[in-house]
């Protein structure tokens, strides 16, 4: 069964360093998403992204975020210079359509920032 | 804006008997909801989803009832096994994006 697989599973870096969350997305889908979770709490969106550009972000994507679809299969989230409240943990999901259709989500890489 | 939500943070079953977690949604516009089920460590699964032109879904072991005229969303779960312990979320999906719950955590009592 096709999956959204992401690397790596936990990542630990100092505050002010820059990190890159990797994504690969099931093959034939179309719209991607980043979301965080901190810890015991809901699920949040940060950003969408459909046909090479941003489509959608909220107000937890800053300036200090960006994506970027590199190649036909990866999609990454770069996180300039982390912050202790971006200690999170951080899902990729792929749909193959817009709206009703469902989003599948990867495990999640567990970012911690220290 | 719109939100959707939860009625319930936390619920504990035993072993054999139905769960009901409900929710609530604000945006009377939605017109796709799904549940997503997410165990300790691991990314939300889809459970079952509903289009907004139906009240109820029926999938393995799973129900979802939505009433439009309340904003209502509930996800039944029949004979409720230790493997269904999870926090479960509904949520809206949109073309942009899926808007999340915050959340209830099912315990199944052995």
């Known amino acids: 069964e096709p999956e959204v697989t992401q690397t790596p599973s936990h990542q630990v870096t100092q505050m002010g360093q820059e990190v890159i969350l990797r994504c690969v997305p099931i093959s034939n889908h179309l719209y991607f998403y980043w979301y965080r979770q901190i810890l015991g709490q809901k699920v949040e969106f940060l950003v969408s992204f459909y046909n090479n550009e941003i489509s959608e972000k909220s107000e937890i994507f800053d300036d200090q975020f960006s994506v970027e679809r590199p190649d036909g299969s990866n999609f990454t989230l770069k996180i300039r210079s982390t912050k202790l409240e971006d200690s999170a943990m951080y899902f990729c999901?792929?749909?193959?359509?817009?709206?009703?259709?469902?989003?599948?989500f990867g495990q999640g890489t567990r970012l911690t920032v220290v | 804006g719109e939100s959707v939500g939860l009625h319930l943070p936390t619920l504990s079953v035993q072993e054999g008997d139905n769960s009901i977690i409900n929710c609530a949604y604000s945006n009377s516009a939605s017109d796709y909801f799904i549940w997503y089920k997410q165990e300790s460590g691991k990314g939300p699964q889809f459970i079952i989803d509903i289009r907004s032109n139906m009240d109820k879904r029926q999938g393995q072991r799973v129900t979802v009832l939505l009433n439009k005229t309340v904003k209502h969303l509930s996800l039944q779960i029949a004979a409720t096994q230790p493997g269904d312990s999870a926090v479960y979320f509904c949520?809206?999906?949109?073309?942009?994006?899926?808007?999340f719950g915050p959340g209830t955590s099912l315990s199944v009592i052995p």
């Open positions: 949520a809206e999906k949109s073309y942009d994006k899926v808007i």
């Open positions: 999901a792929s749909s193959s359509g817009g709206r009703n259709t469902e989003a599948f």
